[in-house]
């Protein structure tokens, strides 16, 4: 099996056009979105390489520990985002780790259990980052519904009513 994917020139260029039509609308519109769009390719460009060297040599070296450690990046990563989307929620990461931590660990843990597929890295580095942003995306979820769910408590029913 190959480590790697090869992507042609045709393949960059079509995804290129793709932006270019997402250029062209945000001019069309006026949305003002050129330069962010810009900055957000090149910035996906260089990420993306540099995320493909990294699991190119988890592959190589076929260790879990070195899987162990990507995964925990991400979830790392995760909860420091989710932290700062949840600016108004007072010392949210720890309970953002471990909610991330313990979902993480919880799902691999079972479909290793199961059988599902094997503990290799060919393996548990996509779909344990597959996990890690489904999960990252629910917790996202539940941090967006706190702000209301706490101005709410905060509120006095009985003046309310009485006031409408």
Known sequence: ???????????????????????????????????????AVVRSFVQLTAVGFVIAAIFDEDTLLLVVVLLSVMVGFGAFTARARARHVPDALRPLLVALTLSAVATLGLVLALGIFPATPRYLVPV???VTVVLFGAILGVVASLRPASKAAKLNVLEAIATE
């Open 1 to 39: 099996m190959s480590s790697s994917i090869d992507v042609t020139v045709g393949e960059v260029a079509a995804a290129l056009v793709l932006v270019a039509v997402a250029v062209a609308i945000s001019r069309w519109r006026g949305a003002g979105l050129e330069a962010d769009i810009g900055i």
């Open 128 to 130: 344990g980052g597959m």
